[in-house]
């Protein structure tokens, strides 16, 4: 009798134990799931990844964990690996229609406004808690197609219904300053940090537009408190270098570029400032290699290359700065153009003459990545448009995607199913 009291007692020990276990993982599931979902609301998909791959380890098949995995992938810019996350999470038994709305977002966010966009509606008609989430990947995706009407008409709603989100703003101080609007963009973004304090991305961006406005007192601010967080990181160093340049230490500034080229050998503006050290300080022979680098590495940066030409004329090497200085002119004309015809575009969305106008003067005169965006841009107004996607498989082509390339290469056919 005592035996089988001993056993049952064992038993049901041994039972509540692994409820136990069982109970603690599902918390500790639970646990780096609102982890993720905090560092996702702050900004940082890094983190988020990292809890979630942990709440995979304890439960691979928690289908919660793979749909705001999907949501970091997007996040992150990774929208292979969203596809497969969603597939997880909907072998894991997450909902048809949760599947659906975080692949609208996915495809808005990645610039395919034609998939995406008429299911906007119906993803506002119940946002739930997700109606920054959806503001934003709607607005990402018409700034990539530059359908800058659509783009303003959701970041103005999205201000109105959300005025404590600083995301707003981060986009507006984005915009301006590809359009070399810096005092627009600083002032943005110095709305946008009292919102969001711990966001240092807010705090870089300030730092760039400050240090393009010349403002090095903020900029030096900013930069001394990010370099405490991120003291080897290139992009702050270079910054830091611009603080250095201004207050005329020279010799410190040569240090941290050198520094930094030695573990970033191709970091472009480490490269192209350094040029423009030696360049100030008369030594025309140690500024070429760095300016010759810079501009392999960006062709169409009219900065670098007119250093670059400077170098070559106190060299003596007449032809050489000549080359330089004229593609310099002829940029700035070729740009002063494409400013023309966004103002066009912005007047008239699918004015699609003035779009392709722009992606052919990039194409000589631009960086590449803006040109493919134009040329997507036509095809997600028009598919059949053949001038675009004939160049848009050489893009692809460039790119080194294959299969990308063989499929706009068949549409700029005149017998395409989809072209003309």
Known sequence: MKRSRKIIFLTLTAVFLGLGIVNFDDWRVSRQLAIARSALQARDPNKAMSALLEAVRLNPSHGEVHLVMARAYRRQGELNNVRQALEKAARCGIALNRIRREEWLAMAQAGQMREAAPHLRELLVDPGDDGPEICEAFVNGYFLTYQLGDAFRILDAWEKDFPQDPQPLVFRA?????????AAAAGYLRQAIPMAPQRDDIQRELANALLNLRETAEAAKLLQQLLKTYPQDPDLLVGWVQILLERGQIDEARSILKRVLQSHPQNFVALRTLGQLELTDGNFAEATPSLEMAVTLKSYDTEARYALGTAFQKLQRPSEAREQFDFVA?????????????NRVRLKNDDLGARFEISELLRDFGEPRERFLWLRSIVAL???????????????AEFGNAEESVKHSQLAQPNSSDGR
């Open 174 to 182: 984005a915009f301006s300053a590809k359009t070399d609007s810096w």
């Open 330 to 342: 002829k940029t700035q004309e070729a740009l002063q153009r494409v400013d023309q015809l966004i």
């Open 382 to 396: 028009d598919s059949h448009h053949r001038a675009a996607h004939l160049e848009l498989a050489k893009c692809y």
